[in-house]
């Protein structure tokens, strides 16, 4: 892939049957995504029937009450449990990379978050939740719950770049008389910043989004907005949601590519 991307006559060179295939698999992933974005803009009262344009339904986004206050919810939780992602997943990258064993069983531990059914992860947060912490449904555990993805993403990425950082200069601060911690602020971290805030924005944008852990621990007023966007899907499918879900997918789709452009700073 990387040679692909490296080298562009390659591409020129590809079989036309396989660009065809590349063609048909973005057409089939983006059209219904492209669809739901035109249709928002509908006019009329059917979610899949085109009535002229109009803006009208993303104005009664801001008018509607509860939808509002799910995406108070939801910020609550997506800016907490990515500050508490922050806090022990850097550390814990950093720790990472100082193992000369079992690194790889202590990453797959880290990553296991993301990497396990969202079922599986929701279920055992509610039960150890209630058991455990005899915690009621409600923010908190969706809190706790979010953490852990928050945790993984941003070790996943600052891990990522620990991997292209010198340990030598490390060495060198030290030896020339800077402290530790003079040396961890000054060298490391100017160095790991775009990736802590690329997975801070992608912590951020999974938050948002998440919808089965949010539904096992969420209770009585501490819906999300993927929970009000289901119920409102059980009951009639409308251009509002139309507009809610292009809303979801065009701040989604912001966060990530400021995550891939941070990603990308030397």
């Not at 509002?68 to 814990?92: E, F, Y």
């Not at 880290?110 to 599986?120: E, S």
């Not at 499918?237 to 990308?264: D, G, K, V, W």
Request: aromatic share 8%; proline share 5%; with cysteine.
């Amino acid at each position: 892939m990387n040679a692909l991307t490296t080298h562009p006559a390659l591409l020129r060179h590809l079989p036309w049957w396989l660009r065809l295939h590349t063609a048909a698999v973005l057409v089939f992933l983006y059209l219904p995504v492209l669809t739901l974005i035109v249709f928002s803009f509908s006019n009329s009262p059917s979610a899949m029937q085109w009535g002229g344009f109009t803006t009208k339904w993303y104005a009664q986004l801001s008018e509607n009450a509860r939808l509002l206050r799910a995406a108070g919810n939801s910020a609550l939780v997506a800016i907490i449990s990515t500050a508490i992602g922050l806090l022990l997943g850097v550390p814990a990258a950093i720790g990472h990379a100082s193992l000369r064993r079992h690194r790889t069983r202590v990453a797959a531990s880290l990553l296991l978050p993301i990497i396990a059914p969202d079922v599986v992860v929701a279920l055992a947060l509610k039960l150890w939740c209630l058991t455990a912490f005899a915690l009621a449904p409600g923010l908190t555990p969706m809190i706790l719950g979010h953490s852990l993805l928050s945790l993984a993403y941003v070790f996943l990425l600052v891990s990522a770049r620990l991997d292209r950082f010198d340990w030598r200069l490390l060495d060198a601060a030290r030896d020339l008389g800077a402290s530790t911690t003079s040396a961890l602020r000054l060298i490391l971290f100017p160095h790991l910043w775009p990736a802590i805030a690329g997975g801070a924005l992608l912590a951020i944008g999974v938050s948002l989004d998440e919808y089965v852990i949010s539904s096992f621990l969420s209770g009585p007023g501490t819906s999300t907005v993927p929970i009000e966007t289901a119920s409102l899907i059980r009951k009639t499918f409308t251009p509002e949601i139309n507009a809610l879900a292009s809303a979801l997918l065009a701040l989604s789709a912001c966060l990530a590519a400021a995550a891939i452009l941070l990603q990308r700073r030397r």
